[in-house]
Structure formats: C-alpha cells, structure tokens
C-alpha cells in the first residue's frame, strides 16, 4: 500500500468480451446538421405582426369608406334643401 490508499488488484477476465479502449482516436467527421433560418417563435410573431397590419389596414379602408358615405349623404341632404 502506498500511503493510506488501499492497492487495487487488476482483473482480466478469462473468458467473453474483452473490449479495449487503446488504440488510435482521431477526429471523426459527422454529416452537418440543418438548422432552420428562423426559429418557431419568431415565424409565429411575423405572423401576428402580417395579421395586425392587414386588420389595420382593413380597418382604416372601412373606416375611409364609411366617411366618404357619410359625405355623400350630407350633400345629398344640403342639395334637398
């Protein structure tokens, strides 16, 4: 023993599988992985931001044309006066 450490004897088994980690390691090439552009969040939060700017949109054109309504009849009614 050396020290306070207690010695460990090694063990070699007869018979089975024996498997050995020496040998030569080198660097191993993988196929490169497809990450997507754009990540799901932000996919969805363009899409509520298209959404929004269409109803916007939508609404500032109903919103003209219910103005150009009202017009119309007010110089419809000045022009029965």
């Given at each position: 023993?050396?020290?306070?450490?207690?010695?460990?004897?090694?063990?070699?088994?007869?018979?089975?599988?024996?498997?050995?980690?020496?040998?030569?390691?080198?660097?191993?090439?993988?196929?490169?992985?497809?990450?997507?552009?754009?990540?799901?969040s932000l996919e969805r939060i363009?899409?509520?931001?298209?959404?929004?700017?269409?109803?916007?949109?939508?609404?500032?054109?109903?919103?003209?044309?219910?103005?150009?309504?009202?017009?119309?009849?007010r110089k419809e009614t000045r022009?029965?006066?």
């Open positions: 023993m050396e020290g306070d450490r207690p010695h460990i004897a090694e063990v070699i088994p007869k018979a089975g599988l024996v498997y050995s980690e020496k040998g030569q390691l080198g660097e191993t090439l993988s196929k490169p992985k497809i990450m997507p552009l754009k990540s799901i363009e899409a509520m931001e298209r959404e929004a700017k269409q109803l916007a949109e939508t609404m500032a054109q109903r919103e003209k044309e219910e103005k150009e309504k009202e017009e119309k009849a022009g029965l006066e």
